[in-house]
C-alpha cells in the first residue's frame, strides 16, 4: 500500500468516498456546508441557543449525551442531534421528554413485530432502533447495570406518568449506508472518516501527519486554547477494527477507538463473568473510570485518544503500565508490534509511534491468584477533574516458608512527572521481600527518593503531592491486607480502625427538606410560586444578551490585553493583525472621542491603556473583523513592546510596600482596646492573621454587550449582560435578562461596552463583544481576597473583652467598589458578638492584579470568616467547643453595635436555638466521637456557624428605588421597576406584590387579567389615571464616617448553619454529610424563591471556603508567569459540582416572625445565607482537629479557605507530612 503513489492511493479510494454530509438537528435535515470556522461545533453552526447538551443516535441506534463545544461539525454527520430546544417547549409540556433517558429516548413502548423487533412509528418497518438497550450505570456502584426503564417524570397537566414514546429516529438515517466521507473545512482543513482500518491506513500512508481523531477531547482543547492547528484530520470513530473488546486467554484486547463509555459497560460484564482472581486490573480500571471526566466525555473519550496524548496526569496510563498491559502498533504495511505500556511513553507527550504507526489496541492481562491491582486518584474536585496525582500498583505474592513474600510488583504515578513515573528503587526493593508492616518505613523513605518533585515544581502543592505518593501507597498495603483476609488467605484482618483507611466513597442518594409555614397576604404574596422564568430556562428558550439577534451589519470585537502586570508600552505594532481575514479595525487609546479615564466612583482607570498597564489582562484596545473568530485571531496578532516595571503581587507585598489606593484607611472605634488590654481584665490575648481567598463570579453567560449607533451616531443602543443598566447608559441601555452576575456584571461590564462603544461609534456599526470564558476570568476581578490580623482579649469564662483588626483587602490595579467593600467588611466585623471594646481598620491594597470587585456579601463575609477564626482560636485555647464560646457572646437586644447603630428586633438567638434542636446538636457530637473514635483515617467534623447580614447599601443615596404601575384597558397590569432579573426572582416577587394590590390572581407568565377589564374600561371612561409612580427611599439610614457613628442598616437577616462532613485523611478527600440552616426571613413573599436563594447561596459559599481556589502568578507560585491567573477556566477552577451539594440538605425559615420595617414583612435574602457555607470550613476544620490529636497535636492552627485537599491532608499530620513540612504548614494561597 505504502508504494503506491500519493495519486494512486487517492484514486484507488476515491470511489469510495462520500462528501454528502447529512445530520438531523431536532429532526430536521441538514446538509452540512462548508463551515466557516474550523472545528464549529453543533451549537455555532446551527445556532441553536443553551445547547448544552447533544444527544445524538448512531446505527444501530444509540443514545448519549455529549459535550457540545468539543464536537466537531463533521463528527456528528449521519446522526440526530437533540438539542435542549429539540426536547420540547413550554406549549407543549416540555417535561415529557426529560422523562427519558440516553439509549430509551427512543424505545419502550413502541409497537413490535411478530418476532418482537419494535416498529416504527414513522416508517411501519421493523426498526433497530428500538432494540433494548442498558442503560447508564449509576455512578454510586461499579456494577450497577439496569434493564428496565421507570418513569421518572409525570405530565404536570394531567398527572400521567411519561413512559410513552416521543421521538422518531430519523428513518433516512436509519436505512442509510454509512459512508466513507471526505470533506473539506475551513483554511484548506481535510476531514476524512474511513469505515475501514485499510482505509486508514491508506490515508495513514498518503499523510503520516495527519491527526487521528476520536473523541476530539484532546485535539478539541488543542486547537481551541493551545493554537494548534492541523489541516489533515482522519476521524477513526466508524472503523470496526478499532472497536473490539475481546476476552482472550491472555486478557481482555481493547480497540484503540473504545469510548470510556464502552470500556465501563464491557468490564461490568467481565468482573461478573471471570474468576474472581483474574478481575482485579479491570476492577482497578473501572474504578478509575469512575472518576475520569464526567459522562458526556466519556461517551465519546476513547483509550487510544488517552493514550497516545500520553497527558503527564492521565488517569490510565499509570495503570496500563501497574498492570503489566501491552500494546499493538500497526503500521501503514499492515505489520504489527506488541510494546509493553512501560516502554511507550518517552517524554512530555512523546510516544513510542511512528509517522507511519497507529495504536491498535491494548491488551490488559488477567491478574493471577494473589496478585492485586489498585488504582489512585486525588483532585481539587472528585467529580469532573483532572488529577493532581494518580497511581496504578499492582503487587504479586506467593508464599514461601510460612511467609508470603512479594514475587512482583509495579508502583507507576501520574502528575509527579513529564512522563507516568515508575518508583522503580522502591520496586527493586520490595521485590522477594516478605509482605508485612515491617517494609513500609523503608518503602516510604525510597519513595521520597524515587518520587521527589522540585520546590518550583510546575503545578505547584509540592508538599502535597509528595505526600500523596506515600499516602497512596500505604493505602495499597491496607488494601492488599484486607484483600487476603477478606479472601480467607489471613485469618488477621485489619485493625477496624484502619479500615477507614480503604473504605472508597460512595455517594447516596441525596435528601433535601425545605421547612416553611405559607403567610399568606393577599392573593399572591406569601406563597411559594415557580419563578417566571425557570420554565424557559429548562427548555433552553430563555433569551440572554448573546441570544439577541443582530443588526445586519453587524461586527465582532475581541480585546488586546496585556500580558505584563506591571509596564511601559513601548510601541504597538498591528501590521499583522491588520492583514488578518476579517479583520475592519483596531481602536486604542488615542482613538477614544471624549475622555478615556474612567470609573464607577473613582475614575483611576483607562477604557484602554495609554502609556502604562497596570495588570495582565488590563484592555489595550479592541479589534473589530467580521466573525468572533476573525476577531480573536487578529487580536492575537497585535504585538506591543513593553518595558516592564516592578509589580506588587499581593496583600502582604502592598503593606510592605505602603502600595494602597488614595483615601481608603478607615477605622471605627468602640470602647477603648488599649486600655483593656492593659487593665488586666483579660485573662488571656491572643494573636493570629487570618488569609482569605478570593473567588471568581463564574456566572453561566460571560459578560456580553451589543452596541449600535442610531441616527448616524448621534445615538448609541447598548443590550448589555449587566445588573446594572444605568452603570452602562449612553443613550438607551437594555438589560432582559443575565446569566447570573453575583456582583461580577455590577460595574466591571461597562468597562467592555464601553471599548465596543468606541469601535461602533467610530465606525457606526453595530459591534458585538462577548467574552471567552478564560478571558472573562482573567479580566474581570473577583471577590476580594483580604488580609485579617487580630488580637483578642478575653476571660477564662469565655467573654470576649477586647478585639483589635486590621484588615486590608486587594482592590487590583484600579478603586472600583473595593472601599465599599471593605466598609461593609468592617462593619460585620463583629459578626453577632458581643465586643465590648474593639478597634477595625481597614485599608485598601492597591496591587497589579485586575480590579477585584462586588461580589455577593460584599465584603461582610470575609470579614465574618475572620470573626469565625479568632472565636475559633479562643475556643481552642480554652478547650472548649467554638459552639460554646459563641452562644457566650451573643449580642443582645438593644446592643449598640460598634458604629454605634442599635440592634433592634434580633432574632439570632432564636433562629440558633431552632437550629440546635433541628440539627440535634449534642448528639451529632456524641455521633461524630463516636465514629472518629472508631476510624484512624477517615474522620468527622460538625460545626455551627450565625450570621448577620445588614440590609442597606453603605452610601446612603443609593437606598432609594422607584416603580410605575400601569393598567391597561384590557385589564393587563404593566409594574416597571428598577431591579435587574438576575435569577433572583425580582419580576416573580414584583408579580406576587402587584397581584395582592390589586387583588386579583396571579397568573404565571402574563401579569394580565381579565378580571378587573370592566372597572378598568369605567375608569378609563371616566378618565381616570391608571398609572401610578412609586418612589421609596430606605428611611433613618446614613453613616458619618468622620465621627464613625450611624445608621448603616435598616434591618438585619440573621441565619445559621450547621455542618457535618467526613474528611479522608491521607487524601485530604472530603464530602458534606449535613447541612442544617435556620433563617429568619420574616414574612417570606415567595418561600420556594427564597429557600433557592439560600440553598444556592449556601453552595456558593461552600465553594468559596472549600473548592475554589485562585492561583495567580505571584511569589507563591513561582510556575505560573507573573501576574497571570492559572485557574482560568473550569479545567482548573472547580466550583460545586452536583456531587458537593450536601448529602442531607435542610433548610427552614423561622416562623412566627414578621418584620415590620419591610414590604409585606419580608426580609433581603440574596446575599445573607452566603457566608452561612462557611460552617463546612469549620466543620472540616473540626474534623482535622479530631486527626490532630491522633498525633498528639492539640493546638490552635491555621486553616486557610478554600479548604482543599491540599490544605486539609497538609492539616491533618502523621509521620508521612512530617516528612515534607511542619506541623504548622499553611499551604500556599494567593491573596
Ligand atoms: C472536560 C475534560 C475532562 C477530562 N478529564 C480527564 C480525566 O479525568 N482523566 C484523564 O486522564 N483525561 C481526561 N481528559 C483528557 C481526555 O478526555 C482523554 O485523554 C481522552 O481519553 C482522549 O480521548 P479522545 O478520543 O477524545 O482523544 P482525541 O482528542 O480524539 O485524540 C487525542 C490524541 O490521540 C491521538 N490518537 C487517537 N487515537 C489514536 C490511535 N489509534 N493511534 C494513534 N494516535 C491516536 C490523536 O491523534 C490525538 O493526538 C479530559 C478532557 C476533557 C476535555
Redesign the pocket.
Known sequence: MASLTKAEEETAAAEEWSDEAVIYVNSVRRVLRRPRAPHPAPTSVFGEQSLDVVKVAVEPALHFAI?AC?APLYSVEGMHIITVEGIGNRQQDAFRVFSKRDDLLYIDSSPKNADGRPICPSTGKPCSCGDEKDTDASESSLLAHTKNYSPCSYNEIDGSVYSEKELIFPPELQLRKVMSLKLNGFNGIKWYRPIKLKQVLHLKACYPNA????????????TKFKNAQYSDL?S?THVPE?HNLIMKEDGIHIG??V??AQLQNFLRKVILERDSHEISSCEAVLRQLK????T??RN??????????A?P?????PLWMATGATFE?LDVNNNIRTTPAKDFFLGYRK?D?KPD????SVILPWTRPFEFVKEF?Q?HRRE????LV?AGMRVYIRKAKGDWIISDVSIVY?GVAAVPLSASKTETFLTRKKWDYGLLDETFDLLKEDILLAENAPGGMVEFRNSLTLSFFFNFFLHVNHEMNIKGFWKDGLPAASLSAIESYTRPVGVGIQCYELVRQGTAVGQPVVHMSSMLQVTGEAEYTDDTPTPPNTLHAALVLSTKAHARILCIDASLAKSSPGFVGLFLSKDVPGANHTGPVVHDEEVFASDVVTCVGQIVGIVVADTHDNAKAAANKVNIEYAELPAILSIEEAVKAGSFHPNTKKCLVKGNVEECFVSGACNRIIEGEVRVGGQEHFYMEPQCALVWPVDSGNEIHMISSTQAPQKHQIVVCKTKRIGGGFGGKETRSAIFAAAASVASYCLRRPVKIVLDRDVDMMTTGQRHSFLGKYKVGFTNDGKILALDLDLYNNGGNSLDLSLPVMERAMFHSDNVYDIPNIRVSGQVCFTNFPSNTAFRGFGGPQAMLIAENWIQHMATELKRSPEEIKELNFQREGYVLHYGQLLQNSTIRSVWDELKVSCNFIEARKAVIGFNNNNRWRKRGIAMVPTKFGISFNSKFMNQAGALVQVYTDGTVLVAHGGVEMGQGIHTKVAQVAASSFNIPLSIGCMSTNHGSDLVQACYMERIDLSAHGFYITPDVGFDWVSGKGTPFYYFTYGAAFAEVEIDTLTGDFHTRTVDIVMDLGSSINPAIDIGQIEGGFVQGLGWVALEELKWGDDNHKWIRPGHLFTCG??SYKIPSVNDIPLNFKVSLLKGVSNPKVIHSSKAVGEPPFFLGSAVLFAIKDAIYAARAEEGHFDWFSLDNPATPERIRMACVDSITKKFATIYYRPKLSV
Open positions: 459535550n468539543l491527526k487521528l481523531i476520536n473523541g476530539n477531547s484532546e485535539v478539541g482543547i488543542e482522519i477513526v478499532l484503540s477507538s469510548s470510556l472518576w475520569f471526566a464526567g458526556q466525555i465519546v473519550a476513547s483509550v487510544g485518544g488517552n493514550i497516545c496524548t497527558s496526569i492521565s488517569d490510565l496510563n502498533i510516544v509511534l504507526e497507529i495504536l491498535l486518584k483532585a469532573d477533574d483532572i488529577a494518580n501520574g473550569p479545567g
